[in-house]
């Protein structure tokens, strides 16, 4: 029990550092070996945060993106990995091969920028969704969740009552399935808030950018916005410093909230979801 706890307190002591750094005097952060409690507690960071439009805009267009895509993403894996389950369906080990072939060879980023720019959706909301709407390794696990937890009775007994194929997914087999879709939704919707390489190279309009090419843009380019970059310039250098600390720090924790939410949610899925669908079958 101590060694978990010990553990425990060094896998979390880092989020708790920059929680605390994030409500701290920057010039006060420092000053000590280890940040236990904010230091000069302030509100400052979270002050430009919230005032940054960017930041706004960010926010608006991440939700767009991982709600719609992780929509998407949940109803084209199941779409793909309920037939390859299906035990009386012809040459579903083939098709599920070139699936998997897929995993491991692919045309690059250069033919895939081609193929995108063909279809007309670079620089438009689409390119974020679209390309990236099926995982292999997420369809796999799924369809052998389908295998192992769906009765191969309960289906024949389904299409004795006269139910269709589609039918016996909606009424039956999803109602059955909540734990892996729950995995699913969790997987790809983490995915899509923490991606940003897509939308810096699909992406030329700010007004598309998602909130972590904003944040990326403030922790690495060190570009606070134009709301930001005002206050900065009519500062002395001491506090230009301390505001871009305290910003930083401020927007690493708003960026997390939405996971941090989102999390606990599904979380009593997800144990039991990614084991049973884990399992080769």
Avoid: C
Wanted: glycine share 8%; no cysteine; aromatic share 12%.
């Amino acid at each position: 029990m101590v060694l978990v706890g010990i553990l425990t307190l060094i896998i979390l002591y880092p989020l708790l550092f920059v929680v605390f750094a994030s409500l701290s005097d920057p010039r006060q952060i420092f000053d000590h070996v280890l940040l236990l409690w904010p230091r000069g507690f302030t509100l400052d960071g979270y002050k430009r945060v919230f005032g940054n439009s960017d930041i706004w805009m960010g926010f608006k267009n991440a939700i767009i993106y991982t709600g719609l895509g992780t929509a998407v993403n949940v109803i084209m894996t199941t779409l793909a990995a309920y037939p390859l389950s299906r035990r009386d369906f012809r040459g579903r080990n083939v098709i599920t091969m070139l699936f998997t072939f897929t995993m491991f060879f692919s045309g690059g980023l250069i033919p895939t920028y081609l193929v995108n720019q063909a279809l007309g959706i670079v620089n438009t909301m689409w390119v974020m969704i679209i390309p990236g709407a099926i995982s292999v390794y997420n369809m796999i696990i799924m369809r052998t969740y389908f295998q192992q937890n769906i009765p191969l009775e309960l289906e024949e007994s389904a299409f004795i009552d006269g139910a269709t194929d589609m039918q016996l997914l909606l009424k039956i087999v999803l109602p059955l399935s909540t734990p892996i879709i729950a995995v699913m939704m969790m997987f790809y919707g983490v995915g899509r808030w923490n991606g940003y390489f897509d939308a810096m190279i699909y992406l030329s309009d700010r007004n598309l950018f998602p909130l972590q090419l904003i944040l990326r843009e403030i922790l690495v380019q060190n570009q606070m916005g134009d709301s930001v970059n005002q206050a900065i310039m009519t500062a002395n250098q001491s506090e230009v410093n301390s505001l871009k600390q305290s910003i930083k720090y401020a927007v690493v924790v708003v960026s997390s909230v939405p996971v941090l939410i989102f999390y606990p949610v599904v979380s009593k899925y997800f144990e039991k979801g990614i084991m049973v669908g884990a399992i080769k079958g």
